[in-house]
């Protein structure tokens, strides 16, 4: 009687129908999908028991079976793997759906693996080639999924169907594969294998591609995110999943928990949005941008549910205080969480500003490009605010970066020695506030700076003051309004208050700021190109380099070659390249002890020969089993780490340019990898010239001989260039008509 049961029990459960709101994901790639990342406190606790994982190997710690539904605590993949992609993406998406929705992961990841790991095809032969001393770690992966990961990545999803339905497909590789142009169409086969090995529709099934460490952050494989871009192209149902700000955990390839939370997330909220569902999902605390090789770092505030196109605002802190302290002193986070805007807190270097050059100011172009990338902000709604010498900086900006920033707010700080205002610069919005008890930067000289920008808007003179404004007793507003643009100079006078941020009696400063902020916007082109050091004149034979320092660029990438700083390789977009700050970006011809051979020596940005540690620097190669290239003096080898590491063969392909081939390692150069890649890259080797950018470009090109030149408006939006197309405009506070 009781095996007649069990027989019964087994027949309504094959022919119960799989539940329409459980929803499964198949998950596969490398390492990172895999999980390398030690787990932390926050990540074994509070994990909804609707976000299930399905084991497709034996656990015994914990002990888990394969073939069988758990709660998907870490490891979901296999015993001795980390957090991982699909640990946030299922929280995430759990988190944003209604709660009778359930989310399974199916996850099958080897870390090291090729895409060719999953090709059924190339596997047996991929495996054979490995090397059991080298390589058995590898082995021993594919050996936990019988040597054929894609079979088993199949048979788990069979099983997942009978309890839910497949929505969509997770991957993340591409690592072992860097920079290999047919990837994505190894990717499509394996996708439509997938399709229709399990019986899915492919208009019903999206495909989700997570980029690798980007190379500003240090990514070793950065330049395969330009071929992953190319997946949608060849998988029409395809989605990128930015790692833009991901943090990386110092290897080159695998990125920090807190990175592996902010993939998963975007994973998920690139699915939910698919669904129409606009995922809440906390955004972290801080984040990091490089700048001419330094990593820079910063806070930041993002309201939940920003939504897209919103404003961001830039606060400086003071002299030996930092983000953290000017944070917590401005206290806007209620005010970013009601208006929808962010909030970023840059951190000086050495708890100071660089308020004489262009260090910190590129500083805040990094941070302003990345924020739009991450968050969507819009270009034209970007605030700068700073207190005592951010201040300071605040005012340094407005003559250099007035095209990027819409109205500036500095708190108790002013240009020592004198404020003055470029002539080419246009009308600037500006509110200041100070305390008039300041005993380190006195109110004394306020008014002084604020003249100039006064004149310079052409505002009026006389200022309309408020007392006691909103009920304060000690607080005076005055406002010169009728500039040019419709621009207004604040300056709220704060009675009695010394050397700090003023938040009492109901007035806060950051809301203050913030009010007068959002009455402003600019037209920015984007992407923007920052003025800078470009590409000029090309040479086309070895010949023309005698005796000439040349840049080394590849065009298609728009990046450069470069030392970032001792004795590392840079291989960043040109702002980052050409930057004054780095050990250099230009490079000489030698003569080197191989014959037709040669080394190439790095020359400081003022252009003399580039010495480290008393030796001088060429460019060397590390072996193709190494990290990266780097600039170091010869030893008898005539390299470091290998023999003619430092000597490379270089020819001229007509039409594309130069390529780069290591004496070494027998391979091609193709960014700040070490020369490993059997296909060359084209690099153009070149002068340099000085650019006025996108924005002065996109105007002197519209510009017709009737038309004046300046600052034009429309409906209230200023133009950074003369206008493109018909309409009514306001140049200099007039009104005119420009039709084309």
């Known amino acids: ?118 090709l059924q095809e190339e596997v047996g032969k991929y495996i054979a080639a490995m090397n059991p001393s080298s390589e058995g770690w590898l082995i021993n992966y594919f050996k936990a ?75 070793a494989c950065g330049g395969h995110n330009a071929v992953i871009a190319k997946v949608p192209a060849v998988i029409p149902n395809s989605y990128v999943i930015s790692s833009a700000g991901c943090p990386q955990k110092g290897d080159g390839l695998h990125f920090t928990a807190e990175g592996y939370r902010m993939m998963g997330q975007r994973y998920a909220q690139q699915a939910l949005k698919l669904m129409d569902i606009e995922a809440d999902i906390p955004q972290p605390a801080s984040g990091t941008v490089k700048v001419g090789g330094t990593e820079r770092t910063y806070l930041q505030y993002v309201p939940r549910q920003l939504g897209k196109k ?32 962010i909030a970023v807190f840059p951190q000086g270097e050495g708890n100071s500003w660089d308020i004489g050059g262009r260090k910190d100011i590129n500083f805040i172009l990094k941070l302003i490009d990345k924020m739009v990338e991450q968050y969507d902000v819009d270009p034209g709604r970007v605030y700068l605010s ?60 306020v008014q002084k700076g604020l003249d100039v920008w006064i004149k310079h ?81 090309k040479f086309t034979s070895l010949s023309q380099l005698s005796g000439k320092s040349f840049a080394i660029v590849n065009e298609t990438d728009g990046k450069a070659i470069f030392g970032s700083g001792n004795q ?15 050990a250099g970006y230009l490079f000489r011809l030698e003569n080197s002890s191989v014959a037709g051979k040669y080394l190439l ?29 780097f600039i170091l003096g010869l030893n008898n080898q005539n390299g470091q780490d290998l023999r003619n590491g430092a000597v490379w063969e270089i020819e001229y392909v007509d039409g594309k340019g130069f390529t780069l081939k290591n004496e070494g390692t027998g391979k091609y150069l193709k960014d700040a990898a070490p020369a490993k890649y059997d296909t060359p890259a084209y690099f153009s080797f070149c002068t340099l010239a000085q650019t006025t950018g996108v924005n002065e470009a996109v105007r002197m090109k519209h510009e017709a001989p009737t038309i004046a030149t300046g600052w034009y408006t429309l409906d209230g939006r200023r133009l950074n260039a003369a206008p493109s197309h018909s309409g009514l405009y306001i140049h200099n506070g007039k009104k005119i008509a420009i039709r084309r």
């Open 1 to 118: 009687m009781a095996l007649s049961l069990w027989f019964v029990a087994t027949d309504c459960q094959a022919a119960t129908e799989p539940d329409p709101n459980f929803y499964v994901y198949l998950c596969f790639g490398q390492s990172n999908m895999e999980g390398n990342a030690t787990p932390e406190a926050q990540d074994k606790t509070g994990i909804d028991s609707r976000f299930q994982m399905l084991a497709c190997v034996d656990f015994q710690s914990p002990s888990r079976k394969m073939g069988q539904w758990y709660v998907a605590t870490p490891p979901i993949v296999r015993q001795g793997t980390g957090l991982g992609m699909a640990d946030y993406f299922g929280r995430t998406m759990v988190a944003n759906l209604p709660a009778t929705v359930k989310v399974g992961v199916v996850d099958v990841a080897i870390g090291g693996t090729k895409i060719e790991g999953f």
């Open 145 to 219: 999924y019988d040597n054929d990961p894609y079979q088993r990545l199949v048979d788990m999803a069979k099983i997942a169907q009978q309890r839910g339905v497949i929505k969509g497909i997770l991957l993340h590789q591409g690592e072992s594969n860097n920079m290999q142009q047919d990837w994505p169409q190894k990717v499509k086969t394996i996708y439509d294998r997938l399709i229709s090995d399990l019986g899915l529709k492919a208009a019903e099934v999206p495909l989700f591609v997570g980029e690798t460490v980007r190379s500003e952050l240090g990514g």
């Open 310 to 341: 919103r404003p961001l605002l830039i606060s400086c802190h003071g002299m030996n205080q930092d983000a953290a302290y000017q944070k917590n002193m401005l206290k806007i986070e209620t005010v970013a969480d009601t208006a929808k805007f």
């Open 386 to 445: 700073g207190f005592s010498m951010g201040g300071m900086f605040t005012y340094h900006a407005m003559n250099l970066i007035a095209d990027r920033i819409a109205a500036f707010a500095p708190i108790s700080g002013y240009t020592m020695g004198g404020v003055t205002a470029n002539t080419n610069v246009r009308a600037i919005p500006i509110i200041h506030t100070h305390g008039t008890a300041d005993d380190v930067v006195t109110f004394a000289n």
């Open 457 to 537: 808007n052409h505002c009026n003179t006389t200022a309309k003051v408020t007392q006691r404004y909103r009920g304060a007793a000690h607080i005076t507003r005055h406002v010169w309004s009728g500039g040019d643009d419709g621009v207004e100079v604040v300056l709220m006078e704060m009675a009695g208050k010394g050397h700090w941020v003023s938040n009492d009696n109901g007035v806060l400063t950051g809301d203050e700021i913030w009010k007068f902020c959002k009455n402003y916007s600019i037209d920015v082109e984007w992407p923007y190109v920052a003025p800078g050091l470009k590409p000029d004149q």
């Open 568 to 582: 590392n390789l840079g291989y960043e977009d040109y702002e980052t390249a050409f930057d004054g700050g780095n």
């Open 601 to 629: 020596r790095l020359m400081t940005p003022d252009n003399t020969p580039y010495n480290i540690w008393g030796s001088p620097g060429y460019l060397n190669s590390q072996p193709t089993d190494g990290w990266c290239s």
